[in-house]
């Protein structure tokens, strides 16, 4: 298994709503991440987990919470989201921090 | 922080090569990577070349780097219309932190 799977596809969802996106990889790899991106921009780094412990929060809003709950999934639970959220979320993962990337498909995320 | 520059459009004719070039900042990336992206998908790694080295070779793919003049760039041999996509270059931190710096994307038309 050499591939980083997300879940949901797509995901429409209103400003009150809480939602989670899910990413999930079989690989043995000990750092994962969660990036945000925007239409015709390049991915943007939200959340880095080392052996699961945070490593790194890039400032993100409160709205968004990651959470690593073993070493194959990473959660991210959305809450009182903004339309301005709206994009296309990526989750990688790698070996262990600094290593080669892999990502997965993404999640498409619309907030009305 | 890394500022990585690529151009934005690149068209080609079916069976030309193709050469996405990127230049950044930073020289003390351990990696140099080149990420593919397809409409709606995540990001596909293509290749990467470890930063002591000049060139790497992977089939159809040709990547030269020259630290000198902090210039990176990916040649794609007999271009076919799959290879229509955005093309990213990156480069890990420059302290050794977990992100990877994004160039800005090419998007990349083969023309039948």
């Known amino acids: 298994d050499t591939e980083v799977t997300q879940t949901p596809k797509h995901l429409v969802m209103g400003m009150t709503n809480k939602k989670s996106l899910k990413c999930e990889q079989h690989m043995g790899h000990r750092a994962m991440y969660w990036y945000k991106q925007k239409a015709k921009k390049p991915p943007e780094l939200m959340f880095v987990?080392?052996?699961?412990?945070?490593?790194i929060n890039e400032s993100v809003p409160s709205r968004f919470s990651p959470e690593c709950p073993n070493s194959s999934l990473l959660n991210l639970h959305l809450h009182a989201l903004q339309p301005e959220d709206s994009a296309l979320y990526l989750c990688a993962s790698s070996p262990r921090a600094l290593e080669t990337q892999y990502f997965g498909p993404g999640t498409r995320l619309l907030v009305l | 922080g890394e500022d990585v520059e690529q151009s934005l459009f690149l068209s080609v004719r079916e069976g030309d090569s193709s050469v996405i070039n990127c230049t950044y900042t930073d020289s003390s990336s351990t990696y140099l990577y080149w990420y593919k992206q397809e409409p709606g998908a995540g990001l596909q790694l293509l290749t990467y070349?470890?930063?002591?080295?000049d060139m790497k070779q992977d089939q159809r793919l040709t990547v030269l780097l020259n630290k000198k003049d902090k210039h990176l760039s990916l040649r794609i041999a007999d271009t076919q219309t799959g290879d229509s996509a955005i093309y990213f270059c990156?480069?890990?931190?420059?302290?050794?932190?977990?992100?990877?710096?994004f160039g800005t994307g090419t998007r990349l038309t083969v023309i039948p």
């Open positions: 987990y080392s052996y699961e412990k945070l490593s």
């Open positions: 990156a480069g890990s931190g420059r302290t050794g932190a977990n992100n990877l710096f």
């Open positions: 070349i470890f930063s002591n080295m």
